[in-house]
DNA sequence: TTTAGTGCAAACGATTTGCAAAATA
DNA sequence: TATTTTGCAAATCGTTTGCACTAAA
């Protein structure tokens, strides 16, 4: 684990990583939530465990844990970035009323298909997609 | 089953339109560039027409075509959002070396099958759904 | 000792908002 | 006239960064 290099955004190299108990921490709250929490929800978070620890290096570490590959980053239309430590391929769902994001497991099979239609007519190379659903969650159709 | 997402932001009632040369060259502008252009672009672009116009408006102006649904915003996982004027459902695709936005046009099918296998094992409702792929443009695999 | 990570605060880019004037109905 | 929209500027939000100090290797 100790002294392995790898590539930022641009191309970059990324210098040698040391371990940090903010950033374990941070990983770990990352793997067992299942809130997709914003930044500030991580920070505050992890006040708990380290009273002084800083939004900054917050931000930090999950930047770094999305370049890892450790952690993905989730853009909605409303509000700022979530984070999820859940690695395995798997979708998202936004529900409108109340905000909350969830995880969604479908069959990624049909997922694939849909990636594959997609490159027959389109001549660049297609690595990846995210697809996030909208809708109404349960919790809001008690409710109403 | 529709790749678009009419975001309301409270469910109150939007309040009576009045016309704006503005707003209509706003929403003529999206509905004929293929840009997919920030809210900074689309302010550069109106200042040739209007030049005293100022970013608010145009901030104003793309909410509320959105909020209409005769706009639609894309986030992406880097920098500002980016606003749509074609309706019809189609997808998105990113390319992670020139940060280009372009259309993709897939067969839909695919896409609602996906949705409806997600719908299968969930317990909310699902009205829409949006997909952005990752991937190399052709123009940035030519340069390489 | 050398290098990476931290806390802090200031800086930043994107977006929103309060207000008085202008445009629309 | 009554109400909405505008331009402007200040404010706000989410995020990044420079720096001196601390922790890890």
Redesign the interface.
């Given at each position: 684990m100790s002294g392995y290099h790898l590539k930022k955004?641009g191309g970059f190299p990324l210098a040698t990583l040391k371990y940090s108990r903010q950033r374990e921490s941070i990983k770990h709250y990352l793997s067992i939530t299942t809130k997709h929490p914003t930044a500030d929800e991580v920070y505050m978070h992890m006040k708990k465990e380290f009273p002084n620890i800083s939004l900054g290096t917050v931000y930090r570490n999950l930047n770094l844990l999305t370049d890892l590959g450790e952690a993905v980053?989730i853009?909605?239309?409303?509000g700022g970035?979530r984070f999820d430590g859940r690695l395995e391929p798997h979708?998202h769902?936004l529900?409108?009323k109340c905000g909350r994001l969830?995880d969604?497991?479908?069959?990624m099979r049909?997922?694939e298909?849909?990636?594959r239609?997609?490159a027959?007519?389109?001549?660049?190379?297609?690595?990846?997609?995210?697809?996030?659903?909208?809708?109404?969650?349960?919790d809001?159709?008690k409710k109403s």
């Open positions: 955004k980053k853009s909605t239309p409303d970035d979708n769902f529900c409108t969830l969604l497991d479908i069959d049909s997922v298909a849909a990636t239609k997609a027959e007519n389109f001549d660049g190379i297609i690595t990846s997609s995210t697809t996030l659903f909208y809708g109404e969650c349960s809001c159709i």
